[in-house]
C-alpha cells in the first residue's frame, strides 16, 4: 500500500471474525506509509513468514495521562531512582540499542517476537524521520529497561517496552507520561488490552472515539524530545 490509501476502519474484521481488528495485508513499512497509518488510527503488526498486516481495534486500549497511576510501591521506587547520582532517565540517546531489547523481549501471551528485523529497520528509519522516539532507563551506565514509540503532533503511539530489572520499563513509562503532561498531550495509544497495562490506569475507548482524537492531535505541533528533572512533578505530585 506504499502511496495507496487504507480501507476504512470499520471495514476491518469484528470481534467475532478470525483476526479482531484486521485492516490490510501488503503494502511498504516506508516512511510515509508508517506516518499516513498512524495518522489514521492504523498500526503495523506481523510475524515472521507473514505479510504486513495493518491493524484497527474496537475497541482501543488508551492511557489517558490524566488517569495514570503511580502506586504507592513503585512511587517509593522512582523517588529512590531520582536520589540516586548513577541512576537516569534519557530520551532519545540509545533508540537502537531499545528497539532490539524489545524485539528479544516477547509480548504477553505470545511465543516468538513481532518486532521481526523489517519492523526494527523501518522503525529506524522512523526514528531518523524524527518519528519515532525512545525513553531510557539507566542505571550505572547500564541501560536497564526502556520503550519506544511514535509522536506526530499531540498524540503518541505506544509500541513496546523493556526491563532488565525490577521495575526499570516502569519509570520510562512513567517518564514518558511525565513529559506528554508538561506538553500537554492528553492521551497515548496502547493499542491493544492487556492486565500489565490496566493497572497503570490504561482504559478501552471505541475506535470511532480514538480515530476522533487522532485526527484532532496530529495536526499539532510535535514537541522536542528531551526530558527535564522538572517534569517528574507532573506524576510525583499525584495522590495515589
Known amino acids: 500500500m506504499a502511496g495507496e490509501e487504507f480501507p476504512a476502519l470499520y ?3 469484528g470481534a467475532g471474525e478470525a483476526a479482531p ?6 503494502g511498504a513499512l516506508d516512511v510515509n506509509s508508517l506516518v499516513r497509518a498512524y495518522s489514521a488510527g492504523i498500526f503495523p503488526w506481523f510475524s515472521l513468514g507473514q505479510p504486513i498486516l ?5 475497541p482501543r486500549m488508551v492511557l489517558r495521562t490524566r488517569d495514570f497511576k503511580l502506586h504507592r510501591s513503585l512511587k517509593k521506587t522512582l523517588q529512590r531512582f531520582l536520589d540516586t547520582p548513577t541512576c537516569a532517565v534519557t530520551f532519545d540517546t540509545a533508540f537502537d540499542q531499545v528497539i532490539a531489547a524489545c524485539a528479544s523481549a516477547p509480548r504477553d501471551g505470545q511465543a516468538g517476537t513481532w518486532i521481526v528485523p523489517d519492523m526494527i529497520a523501518a522503525y529506524r528509519d522512523l526514528h531518523k524521520a524524527g518519528h519515532a522516539h525512545s525513553v531510557e532507563t539507566w542505571v550505572n551506565g547500564e541501560l536497564v529497561g526502556g520503550l519506544y514509540g511514535v509522536n506526530l503532533g ?7 517496552m523493556f526491563s532488565r ?33 490496566s493497572s497503570f490506569g490504561a482504559r478501552e475507548i471505541t475506535r470511532e472515539s480514538f480515530a476522533e482524537h487522532v485526527c484532532q492531535q496530529t495536526d499539532k505541533a510535535t514537541p522536542a524530545w528531551v526530558f527535564k528533572r522538572h517534569y517528574w512533578d507532573e506524576v510525583l505530585s499525584v495522590r495515589t
Open 11 to 13: 471495514s476491518a474484521w
Open 21 to 26: 481488528g484486521l485492516l490490510a495485508a501488503g
Open 54 to 58: 495493518w491493524w484497527s481495534p474496537d
Open 154 to 160: 499531540g498524540m503518541v503511539f505506544g509500541e513496546s
Open 165 to 197: 530489572q525490577t521495575d526499570a520499563s516502569k519509570i520510562a513509562l512513567s517518564a514518558l507520561v511525565a513529559f506528554c503532561k508538561t506538553k500537554d498531550i492528553h492521551m497515548i495509544d496502547c493499542q491493544q488490552n492487556t492486565q500489565h497495562l
